[in-house]
């Protein structure tokens, strides 16, 4: 008991250095606003681009990209700062369509990506989708979790057995065998752990940039401005799992490795999704006080798993082995129902998000695992330790304490369970997956043919709420704007709304625009009865997709 208040003091230290890197934000960022406008016309060429965003944001490298109609790349000098991306253009632009596209990296750690299309002097003949590489991001996302899920449980394997070490067992003569084993289990999980954190630095910089898992070889994933903070937690469980492997083999441990192995198991809450959610400081401490008590709870099962066998013979070792873990075992199953609760009240925010999202469905999964863990415990508590302490006699203490050792064993796989659905929950973006990279269908370009000579490309720009410009444009097979006998007739429709037949006008040869109000979002179908000459009008239709 003379050790409680340097333990406390340590994690109050530890909690005052981890809030220190945490900046407060407010879930994965979302475009406010762009300037041009998405599917502006303008008179003359712009000099820059901006990109406004709800929260400040960071720009990847080639994060910025521009492309012309013909999709060939624009030279463009992107810069960020805050809230606001900004792209400097050439002064000598020549008219048509162009596609800036953009990704940029939340305060959460998860990139999200889009394109902004804009027109100089009137749309371009035929848009060609800019050349980006592939934008599968493949396996990574679960190679991630996976190696997220690794580093939880050797972390908090490591440092709780450190206090099992420091505190728990102290007093209780443990053999040179059982300290040693101990001590190998402690060294096995920190390398672990370690070497998963080591990993996480690419495989976080290959996610960011969208990249794959063939991202993890390109030296762009090791761009610190883009894995600061994962290399700040492989630096802290370095330091602080290696301070705890050489306090236990020394079977004595200070105030500075307690702090120091605080540090450690505290470092997820650098990357997580509460470092994005206000109140920040309230929130990652929250976190910090969860991990804490996962790594106790973690480490005191397994090392009752090793050491109850060796003391079976040994009551009194084992009454108060035993009664120590279960106070503390109590107190932490207060402190993880309520951070629990918190954290996930706080990131989820509402019934229809917990059971409609992946990220609330996943959390369902491992609250239902923790209510399996608590039964375990429960039993363990009040059936299982009260025949070891209650001095019902010699064998059947030994008994019972046999028992025990199943049930701590069991709670133990489960815990692991739980924290290899934590790796997973550190992949899932609360709130929704982010925008996908640019493809296709993202430039709002759809094609139709009308026979064999004639086909229709349409373009539907965004504007404010359902409020769309349309844009219709009439090609012959290599892709020319062809000179019409009249203007085409389009209508439109849905499942449910029929808007008739739409007024277009002629902004150049073969092009039409109009202005749409559209009712209700979903797909449209766009028919377009091309006016080829007095007797020929070849008809096509096409979907359109109004988000």
């Known amino acids: 008991m003379r050790r409680v ?131 599968d991001p493949g396996a990574l996302p679960t190679i991630q979790a996976i190696v997220h899920g690794l580093d939880y449980v050797a972390l ?13 067992a102290r007093g209780v003569r443990l053999t040179d065998v059982v300290r040693r084993r101990l001590v190998r289990i402690l060294r096995v999980s920190a390398f672990v752990a370690v070497a998963a954190a080591a990993l996480a630095v690419p495989l976080s910089g290959a996610y960011q940039l969208g990249s794959g898992p063939g991202g993890l070889f390109d030296p762009s994933s090791l761009d610190p401005t883009l894995v600061r903070e994962d290399l700040v937690v492989l630096a802290l469980q370095v330091l602080g799992l290696g301070a705890a492997v050489w306090s236990a083999g020394r079977a004595k441990s200070a105030l500075t490795t307690d702090l120091a192995t605080a540090l450690a198991v505290w470092s997820p809450a650098l990357v997580g999704h509460t470092r994005a959610y206000e109140p920040g400081t309230l929130l990652v401490v929250t ?96 059936r299982l330790v009260a025949q070891v302490t209650g001095g019902v006699g010699h064998d059947r203490q030994r008994k019972a ?21 934590t790796g997973f929950l550190t992949q899932k973006p609360p709130g929704g997956e982010p925008p996908a990279s640019p493809t296709t269908a993202d430039t709002g370009v759809v094609t139709g043919v009308a026979n064999e000579d004639v086909k229709v490309l349409a373009v539907l720009d965004a504007g404010p709420g359902l409020q769309r410009r349309l844009i219709v444009q009439v090609q012959d097979t290599a892709g020319e704007p062809l000179d019409l006998y009249d203007a085409p007739a389009v209508a439109l429709r849905s499942a449910r709304v029929d808007l008739g037949e739409i007024p277009v006008v002629p902004t150049a040869t ?38």
Do not use: C
């Open 5 to 135: 208040p340097a333990l406390v003091l340590a994690l109050l230290i530890a909690a005052v250095a981890v809030v220190g890197w945490a900046a407060p934000a407010s879930a994965h960022a979302t475009l406010v606003s762009t300037d041009p406008a998405e599917g502006a016309v303008l008179a003359a060429a712009p000099t820059e681009v901006t990109f406004t965003f709800d929260e400040s944001v960071q720009l990847v490298p080639k994060g910025l990209l521009a492309f012309d109609a013909s999709g060939e790349p624009v030279e463009i000098d992107p810069s960020a700062s805050g809230e606001v991306v900004t792209g400097k253009l050439a002064d000598d632009l020549d008219d048509g369509t162009y596609v800036i596209t953009w990704r940029v990296v939340s305060a959460d750690g998860h990139p999200i990506a889009g394109s902004l299309t804009f027109h100089v002097g009137a749309p371009s003949a035929k848009v060609e989708v800019p050349r980006l590489g592939p934008a």
């Open 156 to 168: 908090l394997l490591a440092g709780g057995l450190a206090f099992f070490l420091a505190w728990t």
């Open 287 to 382: 976190d910090a006080l969860h991990l804490t008590a996962g790594a106790v709870w973690l480490g005191g099962l397994v090392g009752l798993a090793v050491v109850l066998p060796t003391i079976a013979g040994r009551p009194r070792d084992a009454v108060q082995l035993l009664s120590r873990f279960s106070t503390v075992a109590a107190g932490l199953l207060a402190v993880l129902s309520a951070s629990g609760v918190l954290l996930g009240w706080r990131i989820v925010g509402s019934w229809s998000r917990l059971f409609g999202e992946t990220y609330g469905r996943l959390l369902l999964v491992k609250v239902a695992l923790v209510l399996v863990v608590v039964a375990m415990a429960a039993w363990n508590r009040y």
């Open 401 to 421: 304490t046999g028992l025990v050792r199943r049930v701590v064993v069991a709670e133990a796989a489960v815990l692991v369970a739980v924290l290899a659905v």
């Open 510 to 547: 073969g092009t039409y625009v109009a202005d749409v109000v559209f009712p209700t979002s979903g797909t449209w179908e766009l028919q377009v009865s091309v006016r080829a000459d007095e007797f020929t009008s070849p008809v096509t239709t096409v979907d359109l997709t109004v988000e």
